[in-house]
């Protein structure tokens, strides 16, 4: 006798196993699954706790407490719980803006939480570079990871709109926002439905001045990204990290929400939202220059 035909089964049912005939989420099961190596302590997006504490110890700190003196305004904006999505500007070689946002939050805020970094993929022809980025908090810039960290998992995500055009940008050309692309970050928070907090930096702009584009060393070395700093490529790979000592402010602003669902549709309204998010992080960081006294003292 024929056995009777199987239903294939969702993948919601495939991500279950059952017990006592019920059906048991698989996160449920992964507590019982002995760890491969349980002192590497690694995250699913491959974060170390271990390399991340290391980096904060030995470099963040003191950029960001002694190098830097970063200031920061409006930390009270960033949300203490559920996911949110940080749109911040961007600039200079290696800009250090990502890893002194996430500093500030882990101690400025009342409620610290870790940030996730987006980069761009172009990042992985960096020798050495591409193994460090996901050990401390970095994930490749794909709508369907942000979803993910928004959505799934409640997590903040800090976005660079500018993407590389900001990172090549001419120290004439500081403190001008370029184009913020189609705006699929802003359709990833109305997805997710997660508040956008605008965030604006000053200071990196002086602290890693590009002042040219060498196109012949990009081609020869088949690296995407070699700019001319005032320490490279005169100091190797380690002038990138060559920062001045300019005085860093940030500045929270109060958060965009998105609380009605299928908002993201709407890609008139989504267009919409990424100028005005863009334009008032422009608007701000005049202001802020406009109340700086020095680059190097504040």
Not at 12 to 38: D, F, I
Not at 70 to 75: R, S, T
Request: charged share 25%; proline share 8%; hydrophobic share 40%.
């Amino acid at each position: 006798m024929a056995e009777p035909t199987r239903t294939p089964l969702s993948l919601r049912e495939r991500r279950r196993e059952p017990r006592n005939g019920e059906l048991v989420p698989a996160e449920t099961l992964k507590a019982h699954l002995p760890g491969v190596e349980p002192d590497r302590r690694l995250n699913d997006w491959g974060r170390s706790e271990r390399i991340e504490g290391v980096f904060d110890a030995t470099l963040v700190e003191f950029f960001y407490r002694h190098w830097f003196r970063a200031e920061v305004e409006g930390i009270e904006n960033v949300p203490a719980t559920g996911g949110a999505l940080l749109v911040s500007n961007h600039s200079g070689a290696l800009p250090p803006d990502a890893a002194m946002i996430g500093k500030s939050i882990r101690e400025e805020h009342s409620h610290p939480r870790p940030l996730n970094i987006t980069i761009e993929h172009f990042f992985k022809g960096y020798p050495g570079f591409s193994m460090l980025v996901s050990k401390i908090g970095c994930v490749p810039a794909h709508p369907a990871n942000v979803h993910r960290l928004l959505f799934d998992e409640e997590q903040l995500v800090l976005v660079f709109p500018e993407g590389r055009r900001g990172t090549e940008k001419l120290y004439k050309d500081r403190y001008r926002l370029r184009r913020f692309g189609r705006g699929g970050f802003v359709e990833a928070a109305m997805r997710a439905r997660a508040p956008i907090v605008p965030v604006c930096v000053v200071g990196a702009e002086e602290a890693a001045p590009v002042f040219a584009q060498m196109a012949l060393f990009k081609r020869l070395t088949g690296l995407l990204y070699f700019p001319i700093t005032p320490t490279f490529p005169h100091f190797g790979l380690l002038g990138m990290l060559g920062y001045l000592p300019a005085k860093f402010r940030i500045r929270f602003l109060e958060p965009i929400r998105f609380d009605e669902e299928g908002m993201h549709e709407d890609k008139a309204l989504v267009q919409t939202v990424a100028h005005d998010i863009r334009a008032s992080i422009q608007e701000n960081l005049w202001d802020m220059l406009s109340r700086r006294r020095s680059v190097w003292f504040g």
